[in-house]
């Protein structure tokens, strides 16, 4: 029988040595490819976003495809057209796929592209299928929107819409890298060029590993802690925290906590999801989804500090207080 956490523990080593200096990063990234969720990651160019999903895509010998968004992109570019084609004598409309149809859209600097054109991606991550006139085409399984953007203070960015942010199951920030791996990059990579990677797991592998992902069991106490958490992300005027957040996060932010909690576990070789699983992808699972006041921007108070207070709270919260409390807690909050 194949050892599947062994095979993803190999894929997560091999992209560490492609991308040096990023294992929480790529541990977080492998996370939720598990969980067959769509990831955004925004960072400055240049620190290797777009390699890291090519290197994955090698690695897993999956279908991938590459968009890149430009101001000028049009909806059809990604999802398809329907294109008047002739065949023995007869004219009549066929649609052409466009490059949505993959296991792994790499969305590469999506906050470049209009509003208009990004909300041709929405049906697309919600249902898994586009539909274009009328008609509906179903996309491939796993289907993976792999968005990369850059920071909204660059210019030339749009700011996504909520309604598309929330689709995404983590938000992980990429970061610059030290001196010291800066030269080992330089040393061991050939100008930042992908190394010729061998494919350690299969797509239907990958597919089986996504399948015992979502049997990971979900205890009564922890899907309360989720629930807490997501709760704790609502305005609250009596609370000193809670006045410093405009808009909550929804209850799909939940569910993708408890989906990135199980792959979690399963990287671990475990059955069951533990309180330090929620804890561990809590932050990236939220920072996207809860907007700040005002008052916060003014501050220099970003979501991550708001995320990092509400984990501390809640788990101060679950530490001290019994079981019938926190049922009550729970039940005053939902």
């Given at each position: 029988?194949?050892?599947?956490?062994?095979?993803?523990k190999e894929v997560e080593d091999a992209l560490n040595q492609v991308i040096l200096g990023k294992s929480d990063l790529i541990r977080n990234f492998i996370i939720g490819i598990l969980a067959n969720g769509h990831i955004l990651l925004e960072g400055l160019p240049g620190l290797g976003k777009t390699q890291m999903v090519k290197a994955f895509s090698r690695l897993c010998d999956i279908a991938s495809t590459r968009i890149q968004f430009t101001p000028d992109l049009m909806p059809m570019d990604i999802t398809g057209a329907n294109i008047l084609s002739e065949n023995g004598g007869v004219r009549e409309m066929k649609f052409?796929?466009?490059?949505?149809?993959?296991?792994?859209?790499?969305?590469?600097?999506?906050n470049r592209a209009s509003p208009k054109t990004q909300a041709a991606l929405l049906e697309a991550m919600q249902e898994h299928r586009v539909t274009v006139l009328g008609t509906t085409h179903t996309l491939p399984e796993p289907f993976m929107v792999l968005a990369t953007q850059n920071p909204i203070e660059l210019e030339g960015t749009y700011p996504l819409p909520e309604a598309q942010i929330d689709r995404f199951l983590l938000k992980l920030d990429v970061l610059g890298v030290e001196a010291d791996v800066l030269t080992d990059i330089l040393l061991k990579l050939d100008d930042g060029e992908i190394p010729d990677l061998q494919k350690i797991i299969t797509r239907d592998e990958l597919l089986d590993a996504m399948k015992q992902v979502k049997n990971i069991s979900v205890a009564k106490p922890i899907a309360s802690y989720i629930a807490r958490l997501v709760s704790a992300t609502h305005p609250n005027s009596d609370d000193d925290l809670g006045k410093l957040i405009r808009f909550g996060a929804s209850p799909r932010a939940a569910i993708s906590m408890a989906r990135a909690a199980r792959a979690r576990a399963f990287m671990n070789n475990r059955s069951t999801v533990g309180f330090e699983d929620v804890k561990d992808v809590a932050l990236p699972?939220?920072?996207?989804?809860?907007?700040?006041?005002?008052?916060?921007?003014?501050?220099?108070?970003?979501s991550?500090?708001?995320?990092?207070?509400?984990?501390?709270a809640v788990s101060e919260l679950e530490r001290n207080a019994p079981d019938s409390i926190i049922?009550?807690?729970?039940n005053e909050t939902n």
């Open positions: 029988m194949v050892n599947l956490n062994q095979k993803i052409h796929p466009g490059p949505i149809f993959g296991n792994m859209v790499l969305a590469d600097e999506i699972v939220l920072r996207h989804r809860i907007i700040l006041d005002y008052s916060a921007k003014l501050e220099g108070i970003t991550d500090d708001v995320v990092k207070k509400i984990i501390d049922e009550r807690v729970v």
